[in-house]
């Protein structure tokens, strides 16, 4: 049996291994070969290999204390644990090493006692915890979290209360409790009120606003915030000096309090504008007395500094704005006398002195142009525009001189001015050379990249440094955390010449030497590593840390994460600690509203004609979706959504007419979801799996649809995207309301279609929000291909091509034009249909039509909003065989589509905004048959509310050219943006 013999060394332990008692243990072992190593947690062995790879003492090796140091070090780098222990136990062959570990048990819950009491709760006691101390809690800091408590048990009126508490440490968690005891004592309760001062209303109309009652419990926290909305009360209807405050005074054994409120409300304030009048728009912006809830002197005064600067920029040199203050019948009148004075126009701008420069060349980056608002904050900005110019070629000295001249006597409405700018241009510097010292392990070349002075270009000091700063970027990438660069701009005696110098203090590479991963319960360890821009024994560079951490937030499965690197042993080696904290596995998400929007039905009169209806229809959604599927960067997400539409809607029955009396919803449209995704699963291409479940409502029919798809998508650049997909579907198309001779061949054969097919898209995305973009463009081209080849039932070809701009009008975004245009066109592959007539004998009829499903319709709130849903086509009287739309009005949709809309979109306040629309375009049969000749028009305007819930839209759209049998109108109200 062998001997054991235990050696224990730890965080402490290592202070201490200089004692001889301890020497003489460990020396016992050391130099013994290592036959096995064992981590163990709180008395069960550790399979988990992370622990393991991180352990010096390799099995086979000679124990040395070394090695034995620094795995403690890598083991307490991890974070998480409390103590490390090492015990060395002999056996015949050699020493078996067990590394005891003790973990931290974070404090991650709080538990109460004693919250019944009458006004404590418990909720806004965690919220303390929480929000002031974050978790996991430090055991450290009860103290600090007891006196917080205390403090918030005292808002409640429980003067003196006592709070104390314990830790639970739950081993099977790894995790701690800390139960806090609260024993609030004697609850404090109001006395008598005195309310003094001029609070501007009845001492008992007081008192009830601030909810004051005898006896009440005194809740000092809620009954100041009651006096702060008083005051804002009073302030909001212009009395900006209201103060008040509240003396407390405690009796009997601070049971019972009495309270002093003095209120001093103040004059009414009036603000006056005399002389020359100000933008109404402008004014609270320049005068912001309401918006600060203030008229002291110091707020005036910046008041008046920014009427006579907002003048002076429109080009009233001599304005002037002095303020007074008087008071009048009680109210403190406040007298802004605005006097503009004439108006500065530049006449004229003559430049001088300049010849590395044409006159021309700098005019075009100067705010003054002749007959513009002469201003000097203007001239200055243009100044220091010249000067920056001159600077980037290299003038470091330029000199720009400005004058400016009235042309007319003083007392003109109008004084033109003539300016003046007078240029010294002096010497320019160019760069001779650019020379790179003291790089021993990175080349000149790859530090010369990122470089903007370069032998022959202009010299400019602000490059200098940021050459400097860029060296010093490529080597901290590298590893270099402590490089140093020198810079010696090298100037010649003349200042014509410069041989730029860096020198470079590279310091020692840092190298990576384990990676510790934290945090992951469900998360497999080499999804995380597998996101890391570093490896073990590889640099530890500073943009691959900050795209690592970047990558793994991307994941989308974590709430927290954090890189740190961890100092041991030599200076050339770090360990990398990162920690990550889990997001939920499960979300679930849902919501609600109505549709509004008008569709084509068959009449009530004349069943045979299409007419417009509105139908109002409530929505509903549910979303649930599992992230962090096997520990994988893999989700699996359901979506539902469902709307009822009136069960007395016409167009769901084509044989006849019928209204119920009871009307009411029935019909419903839905639509269900389900998609597997997982990234990057063949290199960067993302794969999705989507079964769909849906049933639609179109203008001439509805249909319900099964499909499956798989895609796999891939980002080729920030704003470039391609993806490929093959999907197969059956969509069944019933209700139709299309009469049985009007109807296609295709239509007729195959109401119930199988379609197989592979599709592909490229898009290019510079827009700034998905839903709401207000700058940027949008492109996308798409592609698919159904053939009988691949088992689909009809054959064809179909492209979709959309283009889409933003553009801010002004600086703010408040005004953007937005620009939409779309493009589809299809074909159909030959397909021969082999039918029988009244005898039995075969007839063989061809067709190249796409079914019904996938034809292209248009018309409704996001393509022709003066129309119906499907409402635009082509249609002749009487009908030819080009017509998209039937005799009836119902629509038969096309191969071919042209749509182009354009809105102007104005943001006006409290997320309300209005937009004017032109919408042009129409439904074609053939894509030959694309005539721009007969695009029809629509014009309207719209209103925009950005609700919590996304753009809530209302449209209006007009038809124009309106032909006899159509109506004027068409309005919707949804969600979201038309494009």
Do not use: C
């Not at 005064?301 to 040199?317: H, I, K, M, P």
């Not at 034009?817 to 007839?843: H, K, S, W, Y």
């Not at 005799?887 to 809309?901: E, K, M, Q, W, Y």
């Amino acid at each position: 049996m062998p001997t054991r013999i235990a050696a224990v060394w730890g965080a402490a332990a290592l202070a201490v291994l200089g004692s001889s008692i301890v020497q003489a243990d460990v020396a016992d072992f050391l130099d013994k070969p290592v036959t096995a190593v064992l981590v163990r947690r709180e008395g069960r062995t550790v399979s988990d290999a992370k622990f393991y790879d991180v352990i010096e003492t390799k099995p086979g090796q000679a124990l040395a204390m070394a090695a034995v140091r620094e795995t403690i070090e890598h083991l307490f780098g991890f974070g998480i644990f409390e103590d490390v222990r090492v015990e060395a136990t002999s056996t015949p062959s050699g020493v078996l090493l067990t590394y005891d570990v003790v973990p931290l048990h974070p404090v991650m819950h709080v538990a109460f006692t004693g919250t019944d009491a009458p006004g404590i709760d418990e909720g806004h006691l965690r919220r303390i915890v929480a929000e002031r101390f974050g978790f996991p809690l430090r055991v450290g800091r009860g103290g600090e979290i007891t006196r917080a408590l205390e403090d918030g048990v005292r808002d409640v009126g429980y003067l003196h209360p006592r709070v104390t508490f314990r830790t639970d440490v739950e081993h099977t968690t790894e995790q701690s409790t800390m139960f806090f005891g609260i024993e609030p004592g004697e609850r404090t309760h109001i006395g008598t009120v005195d309310v003094q001062g001029t609070p501007g209303v009845p001492a008992a109309e007081l008192l009830s606003r601030l909810d004051l009652v005898k006896g009440a419990p005194y809740e000092r926290e809620a009954l100041r915030a009651r006096l702060d909305r008083f005051l804002d009360g009073r302030r909001s209807r212009g009395y900006y000096g209201a103060r008040a405050s509240i003396t407390p005074t405690f009796a009997d054994d601070d049971r019972t309090v009495n309270l002093t409120i003095a209120v001093t409300v103040g004059p009414l304030v009036r603000v006056v504008f005399k002389g020359d009048s100000l933008p109404p728009k402008r004014r609270d912006e320049l005068v912001p007395i309401e918006r600060d809830g203030s008229a002291d002197e110091d707020l005036l005064e910046d008041s008046t500094n920014r009427v006579e600067e907002y003048l002076r920029a429109q080009g009233y040199r001599d304005a002037s704005a002095p303020h007074e203050r008087e008071e009048v019948d009680g109210e403190l009148l406040v007298t802004f006398t605005v006097k503009r004075g004439p108006l500065y126009r530049v006449a004229r701008v003559e430049l001088s002195g300049n010849v590395h420069f044409s006159s021309s060349a700098l005019m075009q980056g100067l705010r003054l142009r002749e007959g513009q608002p002469f201003s000097t904050a203007s001239l200055a900005a243009d100044l220091t525009t010249i000067e920056d110019m001159y600077h980037r070629e290299g003038f470091a000295s330029v000199q720009v001189q400005p004058s400016s001249e009235a042309l007319v006597a003083s007392g003109a409405a109008d004084v033109p001015v003539a300016v003046k700018i007078e240029i010294t241009e002096n010497t320019r510097t160019v760069v001779g050379a650019v020379e790179i010292r003291g790089n021993e392990h990175v080349p000149d070349a790859r530090l010369r990249e990122g470089l903007s002075l370069q032998a022959g270009k202009p010299y400019v000091s602000t490059r200098l440094a940021a050459d400097r700063d860029a060296i010093q970027l490529a080597y901290a990438n590298l590893g270099y955390p402590n490089v140093a660069v020198d810079s010696n701009p090298g100037l010649g005696p003349d200042g014509t010449g410069a041989r730029v110098v860096f020198t470079v203090h590279e310091g020692p590479q840092m190298l990576v030497e384990h990676i510790l991963v934290v945090g992951n319960v469900r998360t497999k360890t080499d999804t995380i590593e597998r996101e890391l821009q570093f490896k073990s024994g590889g640099p530890l560079g500073a943009a691959a840390v900050s795209e690592s951490q970047r990558r793994l937030v991307a994941l989308g499965l974590f709430r927290r994460v954090r890189i740190a690197e961890l100092r041991h042993g030599d200076g050339t080696h770090r360990d990398v600690l990162v920690s990550v904290e889990e997001a939920p596995l499960t979300t679930l998400g849902y919501g609600g509203g109505f549709e509004v929007r008008k569709r084509v039905v068959r009449s009530t009169d004349q069943p045979d004609v299409a007419t417009d209806q509105i139908e109002f229809a409530p929505r509903a959604s549910f979303e649930i979706g599992r992230r962090n599927l096997f520990g994988r960067n893999r989700s699996v997400n359901l979506f539902a959504s469902a709307a009822l539409y009136p069960t007395d809607s016409l167009v769901f029955a084509n044989q006849a007419p019928v209204l119920t009396e009871a009307g009411g919803f029935g019909f419903p449209e839905y639509r269900v979801i389900g998609q597997f995704r997982e990234p990057r699963v063949f290199g960067s291409a993302d794969l999705r799996v989507t079964a769909t479940l849906e049933q639609q409502i179109r203008s001439s029919f509805n249909f319900t649809r099964r499909g499956v798809s798989a895609e796999l998508a891939r980002r080729l650049t920030s704003t470039v995207s391609v993806s490929g997909s093959y999907q197969v579907q059956r969509t069944h198309v019933f209700d139709q309301s299309v009469a049985p001779e009007n109807q296609r061949l295709v239509d007729r054969i195959f109401p119930n279609v199988l379609l197989s097919s592979f599709s592909g898209s490229i898009i290019r995305d510079t827009s700034d929000d998905l839903v709401d973009a207000t700058r940027g463009q949008y492109l996308s081209l798409n592609g698919q291909l159904a053939a009988r080849a691949i088992g689909s039932e009809v054959g064809f070809f179909k492209t979709y091509l959309t283009a889409k701009t933003f553009h801010p009008v002004t600086q703010s975004g408040r005004v953007v034009l937005a620009g939409n245009a779309r493009l589809g066109m299809a074909v159909g592959f030959l397909r021969e249909i082999i039918q029988t007539d009244d005898q039995n004998n075969p007839l063989t009829n061809i067709t190249r039509d796409l079914p019904a499903s996938e034809r292209f319709y248009a018309g409704g709130d996001t393509t022709m909003r003066g129309f119906a849903l499907d409402q635009l086509g082509v249609r002749h009287i009487p009908p030819q065989p080009s017509d998209t739309i039937d005799a009836s009005g119902f629509p038969l949709g096309g191969n071919g589509l042209v749509l182009f809309n354009g809105e102007a979109r104005l943001a006006l306040r409290g997320g309300l905004g209005v937009v004017g629309f032109v919408d042009t375009g129409n439904v074609f049969k053939r894509v030959v048959d694309i005539d721009l000749s007969q695009l029809r028009t629509a014009l309207g305007f719209g209103l925009r509310y950005k609700s919590p819930v996304g753009p809530i839209r209302v449209d209006l759209g007009f038809k124009a050219n309106r032909r006899d049998y159509e109506s004027l109108t068409a309005w919707f109200v949804t969600f979201g943006q038309a494009f």
